[in-house]
């Protein structure tokens, strides 16, 4: 038990000391480490780039592609609960369902994007098969924007549960980019599930 105690503090402190670094660097959530972490290893986001950032709340991805992209870049958001957090001028988020959304998004927020990344994740229930079957329908929906919405070799950043749909999905990915790569950032939670696929140059 005392063992256990120790682990259990050890990882709280973990998550403090991001939350507490998020927070004095100005962004709403620790999770944007994640993507400085993608972004360092894969440059995945472009200078003067257009990004979409599927499940952007609470911005903190969202602020990130924005500077990343800079002034002459477009970092676009959309999420089922609004961003409250302040972005940059040249940032913009929609509040929406990304299932009820699909048909009708490059109307709504325009195509040619450089990049789109997809930190969405359900609702998780404690099941890991029902979790990782919804995080896995949410990643397809995520794979079907990407390929209508990106520029020919544009980048796509995906947030996955593994579990038994996580060969398909890369699968998936593998076969509408030119490179594919697994990667679970540093920042994620050693006992989480959630892995990221990155697929490069869209076919």
Request: aromatic share 8%; net charge positive; with cysteine.
């Amino acid at each position: 038990m005392k063992n256990r105690g120790k682990a259990k503090n050890k990882k709280t402190q973990w998550a403090d000391h991001l939350t507490q670094k998020a927070k004095a660097e100005n962004y709403p959530a620790r999770s944007v480490y994640k993507l400085m972490e993608i972004q360092k290893r894969f440059r995945v986001i472009k200078k003067g780039g257009r990004v979409l950032d599927l499940g952007c709340s609470p911005g903190s991805w969202l602020i990130y592609a924005a500077k990343t992209a800079g002034a002459s870049g477009r970092a676009v958001g959309i999420d089922l609960k609004p961003v409250e957090t302040n972005l940059p001028d040249n940032a913009v988020a929609h509040t929406g369902d990304i299932f009820e959304m699909e048909p009708t998004l490059g109307e709504a927020v325009g195509n040619g994007y450089d990049s789109v990344l997809s930190d969405m994740a359900p609702a998780t229930t404690g099941r890991k098969d029902v979790d990782s079957a919804r995080s896995f329908d949410l990643c397809e929906a995520a794979l079907r924007v990407a390929c209508d919405l990106l520029a020919p070799g544009g980048n796509f950043v995906c947030k996955i549960f593994q579990g038994a749909e996580f060969k398909q999905f890369e699968k998936d990915v593998k076969s509408r980019f030119a490179q594919h790569k697994i990667f679970k950032p540093e920042s994620c939670r050693k006992q989480s599930k959630e892995i990221y696929i990155i697929g490069i140059g869209k076919k």
